[in-house]
């Protein structure tokens, strides 16, 4: 069990307000991972960290900022939340060496 | 660029019934991983299998069993004797390394009815 808690798990609010989503892992993984999950488009990566302040851009990245101050949290900023980022979102560690990803229960972010 | 097609979006069986899941990808690496999730109505994400580009050895867990064929770039999934539990979206994802920047498929929404 990697141990991912996503938090908040649900949450509304405005166009045009920052929202930040929080992934805490337990087991000290290197690899942490903030996908989005839409109708038809599965799943979505927005951004990846390969170690404490190292972090890179996935596929969807406009509009998002991450931050990883500890090996434990991997944060999801949205500055100014916007209709289009309805979404739920999933944090994700890497386990092991094999590729494989371990994931969160997902936040839902309605943003009205 | 990588790309993963699973072009069956729903599919519904009955009970027992077998059924496969089709998925098709694009890399030009020569290395790479495959995989399979699954999403139960819960909406948890469930890893199921990985493969490697070099390893292209069909494998049979209980009932569930996949066909993994480089030349023709598909990693398809069987199920077979379906049942009501195996009602989930089931992804497919290809990953350049092993290092989980996976690209995930749309998903195939797997409905099997009692």
């Known amino acids: 069990d990697a141990g991912i808690t996503q938090s908040p798990r649900h949450k509304v609010t405005e166009t045009g307000t920052p929202v930040t989503l929080r992934c805490h892992q337990t087991?000290?993984?290197?690899?942490m991972y903030w996908y989005r999950q839409d109708p038809g488009h599965g799943l979505r990566l927005i951004h990846y960290?390969?170690?404490?302040?190292?972090?890179d851009k996935g596929e969807v990245s406009d509009g998002y900022s991450v931050s990883r101050s500890k090996t434990e949290d991997f944060l999801l900023t949205l500055e100014s939340a916007t209709s289009s980022q309805t979404s739920v979102y999933f944090c994700?560690?890497?386990?092991?060496?094999?590729?494989?990803?371990?994931f969160g229960e997902g936040s839902r972010l309605t943003v009205l | 660029a990588q790309k993963v097609t699973q072009a069956q979006t729903e599919i519904s069986v009955v009970e027992k019934e077998d059924v496969t899941l089709d998925c098709v990808y694009e890399?030009?690496?020569?290395?790479?991983?495959l995989f399979w999730y699954k999403q139960p109505p819960s909406g948890e994400l469930v890893f199921l299998i990985r493969?490697?580009?070099?390893?292209?050895q069909n494998e049979i867990s209980g009932r569930y069993s996949w066909n993994f064929q480089k030349s023709t770039s598909s990693f398809n999934f069987t199920i077979t004797a379906s049942q009501v539990v195996d009602s989930a979206v089931y992804f497919c994802?290809?990953?350049?390394?092993?290092?989980?920047?996976?690209?995930f498929g749309d998903g195939t929404t797997l409905t099997v009815k009692p």
């Open positions: 994700a560690t890497l386990v092991g060496n094999t590729g494989e990803l371990f």
């Open positions: 087991e000290n993984h290197r690899y």
């Open positions: 960290s390969y170690g404490v302040k190292d972090t």
């Open positions: 890399t030009r690496d020569t290395t790479y991983y």
């Open positions: 493969r490697n580009s070099f390893d292209e």
């Open positions: 994802a290809l990953s350049p390394t092993n290092a989980g920047k996976s690209t």
